[in-house]
């Protein structure tokens, strides 16, 4: 079964068979994996060493044990950028051992503890991390590009976490769930890095709770839906029964609050959104999003009793027509709304006034100096890449509806 989680929710990392162990490295408010890739990219306060064979004469006596005299030499092999190499060799030692190197490299316990991190260890999260989920979700995280909270890269790459190891992670790298919160909302999640930018299988770890035929049946479903159709996807989702759909969603430590708002009118038998553009077809009589009963009890959310004016509708019709990387296109057709109907647009999208007026603003002045911000660019105005997996009109996926604190305009959903 295959499934493409660009715009997913259940769509889980493909199973892998050897879970290997992990430590964790905390600087500058940075999660690290500790292995050689994410080494490699990191400042490294240890690039000065001088190897120890030159220098370690005078610790012939506290590192003459086995153990010892292999942790030399692995110390020794190390590339000068390989942060992990060289801290899990200098972990390695005994204290004695150690004690005695540390001043023969210039280095002191302190720094050593600075660099490789204070009191983590290797198996720290081994546990909590070991799912198949888990192991290609901190796989990704080697890949990005940096190691900090403020690459959108490693904050998709935690997203896709289980919450029981993100946690662990989090607390091993001395970050608070509060700071993982600011700092990703902060710097969006660009799924096109994230583990769910490629099609994989479907959790392992959920297979009890999702063992039923209808669950079967209903991933199955899922399974056939384009990459792009996020309104198919929701259906399945819906279809699947509350056990399974809350096991997959840990899996990716998702909530179901985060579920039902990127998924409210894209699930169950009345949509009050499309996801794919288009007219509005909800049937709900609020002035704000309002409530209605969908599928597995999650609330429906619709601005069409805000949008009911011609020209509001007619400016919808028009910002479903817009690429979806045209952000000076957004611009004009929410200048066109009235502002309850505007207002409604942008809280369902989770974007505030002051979110539309700095992007318009941007938007505006990058159109000045160029030509960017025209359909099929790149590079959004306000720096934002395109997003993975975006559709016709204001359509996004649901990954990019969740966790993000300013949603690109030209992926605005219209409702």
């Known amino acids: 079964m295959r499934f493409s989680i660009a ?28 292995h050689a890739r994410v080494a490699q990219r990191m400042a490294n ?30 110390y020794n092999k190390c590339g000068d950028n390989d942060v992990v190499c060289i801290c899990n060799a200098l972990e390695s030692m005994s204290s004695a051992c ?4 540390l001043p023969a490299i210039g280095l002191t316990a302190s720094e050593l503890n600075t660099a490789c991190g204070s009191g983590s260890t290797t198996t720290q999260c081994d546990s909590q991390c070991s799912s198949s989920g888990d192991v290609a979700a901190n796989t990704a995280a080697g890949e990005c590009t ?7 890269c490693v904050c998709a790459a935690l997203g896709e976490m289980s919450t029981t190891c993100r946690s662990c992670l989090l607390q091993a790298s001395g970050i608070t769930s509060s700071q993982y919160t600011q700092e990703c909302a902060a710097s969006g999640t660009n799924s096109s ?11 392992s770890s959920c297979a009890t709770s999702c063992s039923s035929a209808s669950d079967q049946s209903a991933l199955n479903t899922g399974a056939q839906c384009a990459e792009t159709d996020t309104t198919c996807q929701c259906n399945a989702l819906a279809q699947l029964s509350s056990g399974c759909l809350t096991c997959e969603l840990n899996a990716v430590g998702l909530t179901q609050s985060q579920y039902q708002a990127a998924c409210s009118g894209g699930a169950g038998g009345s949509p009050s959104y499309s996801f794919v553009g288009g007219t509005p077809t909800s049937s709900a009589s609020s002035s704000s999003p ?28 028009q910002g479903n027509a817009c690429s979806a990387t045209d952000v000076s ?3 004009t057709a929410f200048a066109a709304m009235d502002s309850t109907c505007r207002s409604c647009i942008l809280s369902a999208n989770g974007l505030s006034q002051t979110d539309l007026n700095s992007q318009c603003a941007a938007a505006s002045s990058q159109s000045s100096a160029s030509s960017t911000a025209g359909p099929g660019a790149s590079t959004l105005p306000n720096s934002q890449q395109p997003t993975s997996g975006v559709v016709a009109g204001f359509s996004i996926g649901l990954k990019e509806v969740m966790g993000v604190a300013a949603v690109a305009l030209g992926a605005v959903i219209f409702v």
Do not use: M, W
């Open 329 to 331: 296109c957004a611009c």
């Open 7 to 34: 715009a997913l929710l259940f769509a889980l990392p493909a199973i892998v068979s050897a879970v290997p162990s992990h430590s964790y490295d905390a600087r500058f408010a940075a999660l690290t994996v500790k």
């Open 290 to 317: 309002t409530s209605g009963s969908g599928a597995n009890g999650f609330t429906v959310a619709s601005c069409n009793p805000s949008c009911s004016s011609t020209a509001d509708q007619t400016a919808i019709t």
């Open 193 to 203: 890095t994230a583990v769910g930018s490629t099609p994989t299988g479907t959790s």
């Open 45 to 74: 306060p240890l690039a000065e060493r001088t190897e120890l064979s030159v220098r370690q004469t005078a610790c012939t006596t506290q590192c003459s044990s086995s153990t010892d005299s292999s942790a030399v030499t692995a």
């Open 146 to 152: 940096t190691s900090s909270l403020s690459d959108p």
């Open 98 to 101: 150690l004690a005695c190197v």
